[in-house]
């Protein structure tokens, strides 16, 4: 049972990875920005139970594999880190205000895949060798 976490009713692996960029590409995730992304990030996903696997801030995209509780939608996800992140950026370095208007630094985009141990196929072949009546070779139903 390495790398599963445990909740009060459920044992689970659910890693995600993400992927988001600022507006326009803009490469200004640099020094102090990049460092201060990194920290709310850290600060979000510490204050919702999402375990921070592996990341990166590049200058211009950050990526991000999360391990994500049952009841954490994708989405939630990237609105919590990608609003949290824009406000208190523009907050804090003013500068960024000029480059990015509209209250918003990140563009309204992003890409989610999950990711595990085992591919679908094996999934698929595990559900299918199941000891059960050959009813409906792709949904099974036992007694």
């Not at 507006?23 to 139970?49: S, T």
Request: glycine fraction near 6%; aromatic fraction near 10%.
């Amino acid at each position: 049972m390495k790398g599963y976490r445990k909740g009060s009713h459920t044992v689970y692996r659910l890693h995600v990875h993400f992927v988001f960029v600022p507006k326009y590409r803009k490469p200004v995730l640099r020094g102090e920005v990049g460092l201060r992304v990194r920290e709310l990030i850290r600060e979000i996903c510490n204050a919702r139970d999402y375990e921070i696997l592996q990341g990166h801030i590049r200058p211009d995209h950050v990526h991000l594999l999360l391990s994500l509780p049952p009841g954490a939608a994708p989405s939630r996800v990237m609105q919590l880190v990608k609003g949290k992140t824009s406000h208190k950026l523009l907050r804090e370095f003013r500068h960024m205000r000029r480059e990015f208007w509209g209250r918003h630094i990140w563009a309204r985009g992003y890409f989610a895949a999950s990711s595990g141990n085992v591919t679908d196929e094996v999934v698929t072949r595990y559900i299918a060798e199941q000891d059960l009546a050959p009813d409906d070779e792709s949904f099974k139903v036992t007694e």
